[in-house]
């Protein structure tokens, strides 16, 4: 039946023209690469089988009498219009048909549900617009951000094709190992988002101060791309997920790697004047881009320009303060370690392309804390 | 017959002289006349139309390529919401409100609406709701840009415009509920004599239930708006976690006035098809009472269905799993009534005017419609179709070929009992196959798209969702271009169309489907001063 099934499908694409090796072209949902994702795509094949075979039947009857039974055709009006035993019919077969549909949806559903077991927890935290991810209880926690190529393309109007995966590429992916049955908890910092990767079957939607959960176990190594799939503001359409199942060893060297990493101390020694630029426009980038945009222009309304802005142009240490502190409005960036503040001020003062020129450079040395993050 | 319909000719020649319409333009703002109000909604709807037609062409022609092109992502958000708030609030729904003025009198024997002032202030609350959300487009910070579905915290991030939104919303409400209360009033109270609630014409009956719909869950929108505004303005934590709220109230709220909301937009729909397709099958809408019976079935059922938008909002499995139940049930009312159409067309003596062209669209592109609803009620497989373009193909399959189809066939199918003139069938037919295949190629690819993984409500993609989206883009264009012919066909029909004179009965043997085809052709100011004794009643 599956065979026949297949066949059908490959027939009636090859009649279109459309079975081609292109993605571009692609027509139907992703088996993915988890037990689920498959359950979820064998469900989904079957009610579209279903829907294909009742609309068969259904325009067949249409169109058969839309061609017999017309008044050009000299056909006369019968005058029927009432059949008990026909409306019980066609309640009775949808009816059973449904049924047949609800008992293994019915048992996908408690699959998918069942975050119990699991080998390890990754808590993912929306932020707009970014992921946090952390693995809970061995230390390795970092931001996924939209990678900086995609980020330049959008906002300077270059040409999207030339960027690998374009909107779909981010600085630091999820690492996870294959065979493990993972445990998400998710939960968000500000607004609803919805994380998915497709190959994994599901989404989940990351709701500010609760917390959700969702499981998977990927069978085969590869990289997985997805994206936030719940209207989070400006930003929505640029944080994407990118997901990297390897092997139990792959993943135990990337963990050690990525805490040592972490531990790793800043180098605060002086930098020139073109490095802290260049360092100072990426953290730009990855951070400040959203609002006050890539001509510093801000968005009316919604986010002060830095563009001749008398906070961003006066003293530095005011500056250093407020971003270390925050507002309501604006998070704190105590995040940033010294030298990525450092840059970033001194880039914001002098961008040509944000128009402000004060002249000067700040170093790491120069950012003393206000809230120490540690 | 033709005596009756004589008399009241004679009878409506007397009213004209006693009460004609006001002279000049004071008789549009001050009419209580339901064909006045009818045509003022109609107009109005049809102008929305198009406001909200190039909201979705500025979308469109966003998503012509990959990268940004023409607007700042927070723009094309506001033109999502906005686009979705103006069809559905300023568009569809006056627009049944003005089909529903203008027919239910006639169709039930009625001399008016049971409640003419408060028929017209209904309709210039609408105006005023959908202006003050219109304005918000012009404001600090731009319009709401969070969907239509207003979902906190994020609809909370909105600058100046929140208020005038939440606002609008209430005068919107307003002006539904007032509305509805006049149509249930008319139907339920001002039938003539001769006609039980098993003899009336089956758009009357969707618009009976529409209209309790409508009272049951417009008060319960205000109410979710109102709480916005609190949490925003006076310190309440209904929908924020960190004062013991929970934004997913707001959902679930919202959902209880949403699901139904697309019911009001679609069980007139399905009124209007019952209306038009037996005219033109020459032959007795097949299973009128089992109709009637799956209307109230669908609505009932779409109260106890809202979490169906949510099932990825980390609901219990017990949530997920009678969600999932109670959705699929829906499809057996649905289904009743796709057989019952084509029993109707069954043996029948079928013609193909525009008006039967369009319902012949609306029963085959609703059905795709429902049979990817069919698909997304199944939970688990919702969560790879949810917040994608899947949904928004179907959706748009249920509202665009379906509700706007069937506008379109209404317009074709009574403008020339409005207004006396036969409309350029020629013209219809091209804006029939125009409409047809372009909205298609608008739609359709975005079953494609959203399976792929493309979610929706984002202002650029990933280079492999090109070539769909340009596709897409260009069946749009072509869409959006066609209206301009209708537009074109309603004014030369209103001017005097093709200059055929139109009989009463304006169809064949129309008078045998429906009061409204015995009174002259253009309808008199007043009609049925006194009832009429005998009813066209082609069922039983």
């Known amino acids: 039946m599956k065979k026949t099934k297949q066949l059908f499908a490959g027939a009636t694409l090859a009649t279109f023209g459309l079975q081609s090796a292109y993605a571009d072209y692609a027509l139907n949902l992703m088996q993915g690469v988890t037990k689920v994702s498959n359950d979820i795509y064998d469900l989904h094949m079957l009610i579209l089988w279903v829907c294909v075979f ?11 009498s839309m061609y017999h039974h017309r008044k050009s055709r000299g056909h006369q009006a019968a005058n029927f219009h009432e059949n008990t035993t026909v409306e019980i019919i066609w309640t009775i077969i949808p009816t059973i048909i449904l049924v047949a549909m609800a008992i293994p949806a019915t048992k996908t559903m408690i699959e998918l549900d069942n975050v119990q077991n699991s080998d390890m927890s990754i808590k993912v935290t929306g932020k707009q617009w970014y992921w946090d991810y952390e693995y809970l209880g061995t230390g390795v926690h970092f931001e996924s951000h939209l990678d900086a190529a995609s980020e330049k393309a959008h906002r300077d109007g270059s040409d999207p094709h030339s960027v690998p995966h374009y909107l779909l590429s981010v600085d630091r992916p999820l690492v996870v190992p294959v065979g493990k049955k993972i445990r998400f908890v998710f939960t968000s910092a500000d607004v609803i988002h919805s994380w998915w990767v497709p190959d994994l079957g599901w989404k989940k939607d990351a709701n500010p101060g609760f917390i ?10 590869g990289t997985y791309r997805g994206q936030c799939t719940e209207l989070c503001g400006r930003d929505h359409g640029f944080m994407p997920i990118v997901v990297i199942a390897m092997e139990q060893g792959d993943y135990d060297n990337w963990v050690k790697t990525t805490l040592a990493k972490q531990e790793e101390k800043p180098d605060l020694s002086d930098l020139s004047r073109e490095q802290l630029m260049a360092n100072g426009a990426a953290v730009y980038l990855k951070n400040c881009v959203s609002c006050h945009q890539i001509d510093g222009a801000g968005a009316p309304g919604d986010y002060p320009a830095l563009r001749g802005s008398a906070k961003v142009n006066a003293g530095v240490d005011p500056l250093i303060g407020f971003l270390q502190a925050g507002t309501s409005k604006m998070p704190s960036f105590a995040k940033l370690k010294d030298n990525e503040l450092a840059a970033v001020i001194t880039y914001i003062r002098n961008a040509p392309e944000l128009g402000n020129k004060v002249g000067d450079e700040i170093q790491p040395k120069a950012i003393t804390p206000v809230y120490d993050d540690e | 017959m033709s005596a009756v319909t004589a008399e009241h000719e004679h009878d409506d020649h007397h009213d004209d002289h006693a009460h004609g319409p006001e002279k000049g333009w004071l008789r549009w703002i001050v009419t209580t006349n339901h064909k006045d109000i009818g045509t003022l909604y109609l107009l109005f709807a049809l102008a929305m139309f198009f406001v909200g037609g190039t909201m979705a062409m500025i979308i469109r022609a966003e998503l012509f390529e990959p990268g940004m092109q023409f607007v700042d992502p927070k723009f094309f958000n506001s033109m999502t919401t906005m686009h979705a708030l103006v069809m559905v609030f300023g568009a569809v729904m006056p627009a ?16 008016d609406m049971a409640l003419p002032r408060m028929n017209n202030m209904s309709f210039w609350l609408l105006v005023s709701g959908v202006l003050l959300l219109a304005s918000t487009l012009f404001m600090e910070g731009g319009a709401p840009a969070g969907g239509w579905t207003l979902y906190p915290p ?9 208020p005038f939104a939440i606002f609008s919303v209430h005068l919107l409400g307003i002006s539904s509920i007032l509305g509805a209360i006049n149509i249930v009033a008319t139907i339920l109270n001002m039938r003539a004599p001769a006609m039980p609630l098993m003899k009336m014409p089956m758009f009357v009956w969707t618009w009976l239930i529409t209209g309790f719909l409508l009272i049951a869950i417009m008060p319960v929108f205000a109410g979710a708006v109102t709480m916005l505004l609190t949490d925003k303005f006076f310190h309440t934590s209904f929908f924020d976690a960190a004062g013991g709220g929970d934004p997913v109230l707001y959902q679930h709220i919202f959902w209880f006035f949403g699901h139904p909301e697309v019911y009001v937009m679609i069980l007139p729909t399905f009124g209007v098809a019952s209306t038009i397709i037996p005219v033109f099958a020459r032959k007795p809408l097949f299973g009128y009472s089992s109709m009637v019976y799956a209307t109230a079935s669908i609505a009932f059922l779409s109260f106890i269905v809202w979490a169906h938008h949510m099932f990825t909002v980390g609901m219990p499995i017990s949530g997920e799993l009678y969600f999932m139940y109670a959705t699929m049930l829906i499809a057996i009312p649905t289904g009743v ?11 029948g003596a079928m013609t193909f005017e525009t008006p039967m062209l369009f319902s012949i669209a609306f029963v085959v592109l609703f059905t795709l419609g429902g049979f990817t609803g069919l698909m997304m009620s199944i939970a688990p497989v919702d969560f790879q179709y949810h917040d994608t373009y899947f ?6 399959y249920t509202l665009v070929p379906a509700s706007v189809f069937i506008l379109m066939a209404a317009g074709y199918f009574w403008l020339p009992k409005w207004t006396g003139h036969m409309y350029n069938e020629k013209i219809g037919q ?21 399976l792929a993984g493309m979610p929706r409500r ?4 990933a280079i492999q969702f090109a070539d769909w989206n340009m596709i897409s883009s260009i069946g749009g264009f072509i869409f959006g271009a066609s209206q301009l012919l209708f537009l074109w066909i309603v004014i030369d029909t209103i001017k005097g169309g093709t200059g055929e004179k139109v009989t009463d009965e304006v169809w064949e043997d129309a008078h045998k489907h429906g009061l409204e085809w015995t009174l002259p052709s253009p309808v008199p100011y007043h009609t049925f001063s006194t009832p009429p004794t005998v009813i066209p009643c082609d069922h039983n």
């Open chain 2, 337 to 347: 009534k796709v057989f019952n159409w084509t029993a109707t067309m069954w043996k």
């Open chain 1, 54 to 64: 009742i609309g068969i039947a259904v325009f067949g009857t249409m169109f058969y």
């Open chain 2, 96 to 111: 049944f409100v003005g089909l529903a003025n203008w027919m239910i009198p006639m169709m039930i024997g009625a001399p």
């Open chain 2, 458 to 461: 984002i202002p650029d993609y």
């Open chain 2, 154 to 162: 994020l609809v909370l991030q909105t600058g100046k415009a929140l």
């Open chain 2, 391 to 396: 949904i928004v193909a179907h959706f748009h």
């Open chain 1, 212 to 221: 959700n959960e969702a499981w998977t176990s990927v069978d085969k190594p």
């Open chain 2, 430 to 450: 091209l804006h029939f196959w125009l409409s047809t295949i372009s909205v298609n190629i608008l739609f359709f690819p975005q079953h494609f798209l959203g």
